[in-house]
């Protein structure tokens, strides 16, 4: 994802700029850029490279600019190969100069407009199209930048957040957003913007967060900040927790259980710019996404170990909204001589982009016959995100912990959107796909009242201190998550787990069930949920343990010693897996800390398989 950063005091601002730049590095970017107004000859100074930040700062050396104002850009590609031409920022006439996150989807019919106008395009972005678009804007109202902002992110449909300089207006800053990401950062006589806190952990720790169709205007000495329908708002001063941005585990025991922690915010970034006014914008998946998914006939899904739960999940998803879906380990695809389907659609999800199999899956699939190749990534500058044709990437940050968490539930949330898009093709209505976009929108809220459960799961977890074996079940689009929460407990506790659907029963794992064997079930309410709890009742009925995780809205008719019952909130059928994943990963982190194995390390592990 693109990183912003920009800044006006008294002080040169260069550094600042930089600094954030580095801080943003995690999002992933190709390209990066910088531009200034000397307040010495009162010109606009660009400076762009391909590549790391490292690299512009190095150019920096050689070429300085600075000034007390300016805009900085970290740049994934979208709409135009990785080269210093796209990069940002954009310029117009050498007066109007812009940073953009986000897509903007009539960027062909503006660019149009202005071509008819005039303006020459130097890039194949979308962006270029706002600096133009914010120049014609000045010229019509005499100069008056407010007044141009507000009607240019007017005639802008999409997701953005923005920051603008005019070379006329020395002493102002403009920053928009519109369904995706920007916050204020508060100095004493300077005021930064950015993407995130962390960009600015070293120049303030007070900031103020946009909200949706906020226009602000930015001094040195304050700010002003404007709602969608022009009328100024206040909004709330918050403090950042952690000064100087400190990296590690921030007071948790693990980094395991602090990235569980940070899954609300995650997936919320995940989202951002994504999801907008109950619609999936199909260009985040990159400017030709769209005519591709047009011709998508079926897909077939590729990962290992986590990554391939979440495309067991994501298979009920498509197929309940009409498109066929395969799945299938990777390490198996690649020696199997299976027959490809017209029109489908080759999908790879891995955390890191260099998982061996994976890759190899991927290289074999160019060879076989499919309509294209997407990749679901965590990590930018991967072998699976270079050598894939689509690329939508998950934002969880880095994950530290071995066994994957957050990872895992922004890839949920990215497959989410991917079957979103493909069921609007196969009749999914306007109405039905915007209840569907507001449950994504609450999932980071519903995600957080899970976490509340923490205290209640780590008493729970002392029933498996001393087991040697457990069971997971689970049906319909639970049974993968009944599989993640199992290899979980068996990966960090070293308690052989195991997970069947609850309709298997008695084909065969019934025999195992005694005392000594815990059976895990999570229970949201669906279609599904009288069947799974007349399979819960012959587990007690054979001695069994059940530990379950329940919809509030669930009455499992099941209580006593031998019974176990957490609840969550009322969780949407869209999004459950996604939600009920959260406490059997807390069950898997306390009972690993009871058993006092390496949490964050398991023995035999590595974070990233990079061999077969």
């Keep these: 994802m693109c990183g912003i950063v920009g800044a006006i005091a008294e002080r040169n601002v260069t550094p600042i700029l930089i600094e954030g730049l580095r801080r943003l590095e995690y999002r992933g970017y190709d390209s990066a850029g910088i531009v200034t107004l000397d307040s010495r000859d009162g010109r606009l100074h660009r400076l762009r490279t391909v590549g790391k930040v490292q690299a512009l700062a190095e150019r920096l050396r050689q070429e300085p600019v600075r000034g007390p104002l300016g805009i900085a850009h970290t740049r994934w590609a979208t709409h135009g190969s990785p080269c210093e031409r796209n990069a940002h920022p954009h310029l117009s006439n050498d007066s109007v100069a812009v940073v953009h996150n986000g897509i903007i989807e009539n960027y062909q019919e503006l660019k149009k407009e202005l071509s008819t106008a005039g303006y020459r395009f130097d890039s194949d972005t979308d962006t270029e199209v706002i600096a133009h678009l914010i120049d014609q804007q000045l010229r019509e109202t005499g100069g008056d930048l407010l007044a141009a902002v507000r009607q240019a992110v007017g005639r802008l449909t999409g997701a953005y957040s923005l920051g603008v300089i005019y070379r006329e207006e020395p002493e102002r800053l403009f920053a928009a957003r519109a369904g995706s990401p920007l916050v204020l950062g508060i100095g004493i006589e300077e005021h930064f913007i950015a993407s995130d806190v962390f960009a600015l952990a070293p120049v303030t720790q007070t900031f103020v967060f ?32 952690q000064p100087g941005g400190v990296v590690g585990k921030g007071g948790y025991r693990h980094y395991m ?77 690649r020696y199997r001589h299976g027959v490809t389907p017209p029109g489908t659609l080759f999908v790879s999800i891995s955390q890191s982009g260099e998982t061996a199999d994976t890759l190899a899956a991927l290289r074999a699939a160019k060879e076989r016959g499919y309509l294209s190749t997407l990749a679901i990534c965590n990590v930018a ?153 007349s399979n819960l009742q012959e587990v007690r009925a054979r001695g069994g343990v059940l530990f379950l995780f329940a919809d509030r809205e669930v009455d499992t008719h099941l209580s006593g010693v031998d019974t176990h019952v957490l609840s969550l909130g009322a969780v949407p059928e869209s999004i459950a897996p996604i939600v009920f994943a959260i406490p059997l990963q807390l069950l898997a982190y306390h009972a690993a800390v009871l058993k006092g194995t390496d949490v964050d390390q398991p023995r035999n592990l590595a974070k990233s398989v990079t061999v077969e």
């Design 381 to 533: 500058a991967s072998s699976l995100v270079r050598e894939s044709a689509l690329t939508l990437l998950t934002r969880a940050g880095r994950e530290i912990g071995v066994a994957s968490t957050k990872a895992f539930t922004t890839q949920l949330v990215a497959l989410r959107l991917l079957a979103l898009l493909l069921g609007r093709r196969r009749g999914l209505s306007e109405s039905d796909e915007a209840v569907l976009a507001r449950d994504l929108e609450r999932l980071p809220r519903l995600l957080e009242e899970a976490l509340l459960l923490d205290g209640a799961i780590e008493r729970l977890a002392e029933h498996f201190a001393e087991k040697h074996h457990a069971l997971f079940l689970g049906r319909g689009a639970q049974y993968p998550i009944a599989m993640e929460g199992a290899l979980k407990l068996k990966e960090i506790s070293y308690i052989h787990a195991e997970a069947y659907p609850a309709g298997e029963l008695k084909h065969g794992p019934l025999a195992l069930v005694d005392a000594d064997m815990p059976v895990v079930c999570v229970l949201p309410k669906d279609g599904l949920l009288e069947k799974v709890l």
């Design 210 to 241: 946009l909200e949706e169709g906020d226009l602000a205007e930015v001094r040195r000495e304050g700010f002003t900040i404007y709602d969608r329908d022009g009328q100024v708002v206040e909004r709330p001063l918050s403090y950042a927790g």
């Design 257 to 333: 259980l602090k990235e569980i922690f940070e899954q609300p915010a995650v997936v919320a970034e995940t989202l951002e710019g994504r999801v907008h006014q109950g619609r999936v914008l199909e260009d985040c998946f990159g400017p030709e996404a769209g005519a591709l998914f047009d011709q998508v006939q079926g897909v077939h899904i590729i990962a290992c170990g986590t990554s391939y739960h979440a495309g067991l999940v994501a298979r009920y998803w498509l197929e309940n909204l009409g498109v066929p879906c395969a799945v299938e380990v990777a390490s198996e695809y």
